[in-house]
């Protein structure tokens, strides 16, 4: 109002581009169907539905927190696609939940889907029939706006944190935020987090590993206890636990506690069993699940005895 009265020279709505005029119709895009489209077109495609789908699931999970309900994730995201879809045929673009609108609409007492058509609804009729009048709006109104959203909606507690928070998680976070800031991509960011949060999953799960041993009341016998995940991250921790160099004449490796994941972790259950004949001990498995037995009969060469006398030289 004030800068209408006094005629300020700002840059309003009407200043960044036309407003529609008119209801939007059926079109279908004017594009070629061909592989060359599809290549261009897939990249773009595959980062709008990855942002889209992650923002819409994290701003049900708060909505469902401030509302104290339940929301089903799927449901939401086919709906989400289904309604991306219907919008890029008559001429809209794709879109996702929006956390900062979702959040406020909820603390202005929005409570069901109604408030959310209601808004849409809404929206239309000042772009379409009142458009005159938006365009008037000072661009720098609608910058406070976003502004006082943005702190409405930042968890401001989560800075405060930082300190008494796992390093690990503090990390991730501040990645994230950094990544989506410099590159303006939230695609990014989320794969920056993702990432980080894996790898610090794996080295946490990698560190729950223990192997523990008993020697037979005769000396001649030693039995492994292996409790734990042995995946890339703890395959030299499991192969460190043994005692190679010990005079035994029988070695037990106990295994219906432990989990193998991978190829390395295959690989040094091969190290293990290899070392200890190398050293003219005898070795028995015992208790592997069928998980990780499939791994090992396809992937071991403890087992294959062409493999073992080539490497234990005979």
Not at 85 to 105: K, P, R, T
Not at 144 to 165: E, K, P
Not at 271 to 284: D, H, I, N, Q, S
Request: a negative charge; hydrophobic letters at 50%.
């Amino acid at each position: 109002a004030l800068a209408l009265y006094f005629g300020m020279d700002i840059r309003t709505v009407a200043d960044m581009g036309e407003l529609p005029d008119s209801l939007p119709v059926f079109l279908w895009p004017d594009v070629p169907l061909t592989l060359n489209t599809l290549t261009i077109i897939f990249p773009y495609a595959l980062a709008l539905a990855v942002v889209g789908i992650l923002e819409s699931l994290m701003t049900a999970t708060i909505v469902d927190d401030l509302t104290d309900t339940s929301s089903d994730k799927n449901r939401e995201c086919v709906g989400q696609g289904i309604a991306n879809i219907g919008s890029g045929l008559i001429g809209g673009m794709a879109g996702c939940a929006m956390i900062g609108q979702s959040v406020i609409n909820v603390k202005s007492g929005g409570r069901t889907r109604l408030s959310t058509l209601l808004a849409g609804i809404f929206l239309l009729i000042l772009i379409v029939f009142l458009d005159s009048w938006v365009g008037l709006i000072p661009m720098a109104a609608l910058v406070a706006i976003m502004i006082m959203v943005s702190i409405g909606t930042f968890n401001w507690g989560s800075v405060r944190d930082l300190r008494t928070n796992p390093a690990s998680s503090s990390v991730v976070m501040v990645a994230t935020v950094l990544v989506t800031v410099f590159t303006h991509n939230l695609a990014y960011g989320v794969l920056v987090g993702v990432l980080f949060s894996a790898l610090f999953f794996a080295s946490k799960v990698g560190k729950v590993l223990y192997v523990g041993s008993t020697l037979s009341d005769d000396g001649h016998q030693r039995s492994y206890q292996v409790v734990g995940q042995v995946f890339f991250t703890s395959a030299e921790q499991f192969v460190a636990a043994f005692d190679f160099k010990e005079a035994v004449e029988r070695v037990q490796i106990d295994l219906s506690r432990a989990h193998f994941w991978d190829i390395t972790a295959i690989s040094s259950l091969d190290k293990v069993v290899l070392k200890f004949r190398r050293e003219g001990t005898a070795v028995e498995l015992l208790g592997l699940n069928e998980a990780s037995a499939t791994l090992v009969d396809k992937f071991a060469v403890h087992n294959k005895s062409d493999v073992v006398d080539k490497l234990m030289g005979h």
